[in-house]
């Protein structure tokens, strides 16, 4: 890995939750970092000014991750503004859980759009754009191994992406870009909050043997590792960042 440039980032739904501590872990990192956010630019713009106060860059960039054109626009604002990418964070994602005869094709198709499609093309975009020595992280979920009923969409799509994860690394081995996805369990954000009662949280919460939620910077240390000088022979690998919860 060079020294020769500001090693750069994108991050997908970067405004906020996980995102949003990535972006604030990479940029203490030394990196830059392209925030992607879909609605709330206040947020977005926010975490731009605490990181820039903080003696980082960092960019804001809207998009639509449903849009097929949205990865080249990221990348194209990510050079722009730092002459390059050496790595994507692909973190952001949707959740519409419930048992598989209620959902919908509208459900269906929104979790595949955001979770599978944009991935793909994220991926591909960074296939044919990232800098030699990069860094591909994607986000799967803990629920691919638990089977959990209520989450059969969410957990396809991202057993999909885990596919893609494990053939991307060795299509791109011989630019020395490592590909790897995380495998969060249940993480104190909005997303995961969003529907739950306090005793279902309690419950979840109970299932490692921590007794807790992990917290959005439990996943952004792992992302930081995963993007990091010490990573280079970790590839193709799914971590299960989650407590122990399997």
């Known amino acids: ?25 990479l940029a203490r990192e030394g990196i830059a970092v392209a925030i992607n956010y879909a609605s709330g630019r206040e947020a977005a713009d926010a975490l731009v000014a605490e990181i820039e106060a903080a003696g980082g860059r960092a960019l804001a960039v809207q998009a639509d991750l449903a849009d097929p054109a949205t990865p080249a626009r990221l990348f194209d604002a990510a050079e722009r503004g730092f002459g390059g990418v050496d790595i994507l964070v692909n973190n952001a994602a949707v959740m519409e859980l419930g048992p598989l005869a209620e959902v919908t094709d509208e459900a269906f198709a929104r979790q595949m759009t955001v979770n599978v499609e944009s991935v793909f093309r994220s991926m591909r975009e ?27 969409v969410y957990a396809a799509t991202k057993a999909a992406v885990e596919a893609m994860t494990h053939i991307l690394a060795k299509e791109l081995g011989g630019r020395r870009i490592t590909v790897n996805a995380i495998a969060p369990g249940p993480v104190e954000t909005r997303l995961f909050l969003e529907g739950k009662s306090e005793q279902q949280v309690r419950a979840i919460a109970a299932m490692n043997p921590f007794g807790r939620l992990g917290q959005p910077d439990d996943i952004a240390g792992v992302v930081a590792f995963l993007t990091g000088r010490d990573s280079g022979w970790v590839n193709g690998q799914i971590i299960r960042a989650n407590g122990g919860v399997i």
Not at 6 to 17: D, E, N, Y
Not at 126 to 133: F, G, N, Q, S
């Open 1 to 25: 890995m060079t020294d020769q440039h500001q090693r750069a980032a994108i991050v997908t739904g970067g405004s906020r939750g996980i995102g949003a501590a990535i972006a604030r872990r």
């Open 126 to 152: 960074a296939a044919r754009r990232l800098r030699e020595d990069g860094r591909i992280v994607s986000f799967s979920s803990s629920v691919v191994g638990l089977h959990q009923p209520g989450y059969g």
